[in-house]
């Protein structure tokens, strides 16, 4: 159930009614619910695979109490490993069984030998990677004795399962999102406005922003071969601000309507086009994947306190690992392999934590300029990355990448449907110049004190929706894939 379809707008209203006015005397009756509802909207796919979030639901839940009741560290360590092994079992097997398979005997190829090795015909569960990850999260606190293992299936099958980040995020830890499912939700006017405003935002970028730019992107990318070099770059920035606009829309909807439930989810994107380098871009982009890999992967490495062989050793794993984590394709390890090329300069040169604070226009003309001069520079590595993310093989986007930065031509590009190039220029300018406005308030977008400019701006942004609106456009969400 996508959160932009008539599906949804008959389950949001429905499910927040009896949350609240009929379910609202009994906390546990109303987080049985919530699972309830949570299964209703995962299952809207396909039923089948209810039975492997439940599974893992049941599985963790039973090795966080088994750890409970064991000090033995021996037998701890067996207890992790048997959610870890299991748990990124399944992700393997349902995400990276034909990418491993197909390599495999592409690699036997290569060498001048065939072998038959058959793929098989697996669909990917939608938000597996997500939900992995989550119960993942809770099994390694409590193994660290940083959670305590909760004794209420229902509370905790409702953290797992809680339907507004089920699918793409952002990856709750059961620190933040446990507690507040445990305690009683009171009914918050101020919280639900806060919601319906984060959500009006959220599908103003993803129907205005990355479903009207998707139609061009795909033209370019699709039949690069035989565009020229200014209409390459127009495709790698426009998928910059359509995947930007597709899942921090996303990740403000899921905030939003989360908010809607009485429940404070964390922030996943903090305006990452702002960013003066690559270590700025990756603490503002996918927040809550990036601090996980940090958390539970890069710190258990060693993480920047060993030599600097490890440490470097590290960043590379780590930034691989996120990559392949987007997807079964060398396409997403190149991906992450750039990146930790990009951030290892400002690793070494203890750099990569510089900037911390916002750009401002009202600092020294001579610190704004180099300012935009900085994101400017970071914006275009990030973009070149995109092309890699984008292709659908390795050779496709390094053809890509020598076509657009290195056998300059020029035109002016016409879409097949006659979009005005113009006009989307000027909607990505208003976009950008919006977003430095409210740089400091990415949960509150609308925090301007006058009443009239907030009425406008609601207004517009619901006019645009209505007028950008295209039902022949692929809604789906980009990170619905991983």
């Known amino acids: 159930m996508l959160f932009n379809s008539i599906d949804f707008a008959i389950f ?6 009896l949350y609240w006015f009929v379910c609202n005397r009994n906390l546990k009756v109303q987080n049985i619910f919530i699972v309830f509802a949570s299964y209703l909207f995962y299952g809207w796919w396909d039923w089948r695979f209810l039975g492997l979030i439940i599974f893992s639901t049941l599985l963790d839940y039973s090795i966080g109490n ?5 000090e033995r560290i021996s037998r701890r360590k067996a207890l992790l490993w048997v959610s870890v092994i299991i748990n990124l079992g399944f992700l393997g097997f349902f995400k990276y069984y034909n990418f491993f398979v197909d390599s495999f005997v592409n690699a036997f190829t290569f060498f001048g030998s065939t072998i038959d090795a058959g793929s098989l015909n ?5 938000g597996i990677s997500f939900y992995t990850f989550q119960t993942l999260s809770y099994t390694i606190d409590v193994y660290k004795k940083e959670l305590e293992p909760t004794k209420d299936i229902i509370a905790f099958s409702a953290f797992v399962c809680f339907f507004p980040q089920l699918v793409a995020g952002p990856i709750e830890r059961a620190v933040n999102l446990l507690p507040q499912i445990s305690t009683k939700r009171n009914f918050d006017k101020t919280q639900i406005t806060d919601g319906l405003k984060l959500m009006l935002w959220g599908f103003f970028k993803k129907l205005v922003i990355a479903d009207s730019l998707s139609p ?10 035989d565009y020229s070099s200014t209409t390459l770059i127009v495709g790698a ?3 910059a601000f359509q995947i930007y606009g597709d899942f921090s829309g996303y990740s403000d909807i899921a905030i939003g309507i989360s908010k809607l439930f009485g429940v404070e989810l964390m922030s996943n994107f903090k305006f990452p086009y702002f960013s003066r380098n690559i270590g700025e871009f ?6 809550s994947l990036s601090t996980w890999f940090r958390d539970y992967l890069y710190i258990p490495l060693g993480g920047s306190k060993g030599s600097q062989v490890s440490n470097i050793r590290n960043i590379f794993i780590i930034f691989i690992v996120s990559g392949f984590w987007h997807g079964a394709n060398w396409t997403f390890v190149i ?3 750039f990146h930790a090329l990009l951030f290892l300069p400002s690793f070494i040169t203890r750099t990569n934590r510089k900037f911390t604070g916002t750009i401002n226009v009202l600092q020294s003309p001579k610190t704004f300029i180099f300012d935009i001069l900085r994101f400017l520079q970071t914006f275009v590595l990030v973009t070149i990355g995109w092309v890699f993310f984008r292709s659908e093989s390795i050779n496709q986007a390094l053809l890509y990448l020598k076509k657009m930065l290195f056998d300059f031509t020029a035109d002016v590009y016409v879409h097949p449907s006659g979009y005005r190039m113009i006009d989307y220029f000027i909607m990505i300018i208003c976009f950008v110049v919006f977003e430095y406005i409210i740089r400091n308030n990415e949960r509150n977008p609308f925090y301007f004190k006058s009443k009239a400019l907030r009425f406008c701006l609601y207004v517009l942004m619901i006019f645009a929706i209505i007028l950008f609106y295209d039902d022949g456009v692929d809604r789906s969400f980009i990170y619905f894939q991983f």
Do not use: Q
């Not at 061009?216 to 071969?225: A, E, G, K, L, Y």
């Not at 990756?282 to 927040?287: L, Q, S, T, V």
């Open 12 to 17: 949001l209203p429905i499910v927040f009614f």
């Open 66 to 70: 088994f750890l409970r009741n064991e």
């Open 122 to 126: 697996i669909i990917l569960p939608v």
């Open 216 to 225: 061009i992107v795909n033209d370019i990318f699709n039949n690069s071969s």
């Open 237 to 239: 920035v426009f998928f």
């Open 282 to 287: 990756w603490r503002k982009w996918h927040i």
């Open 335 to 337: 991906w992450g392999l």
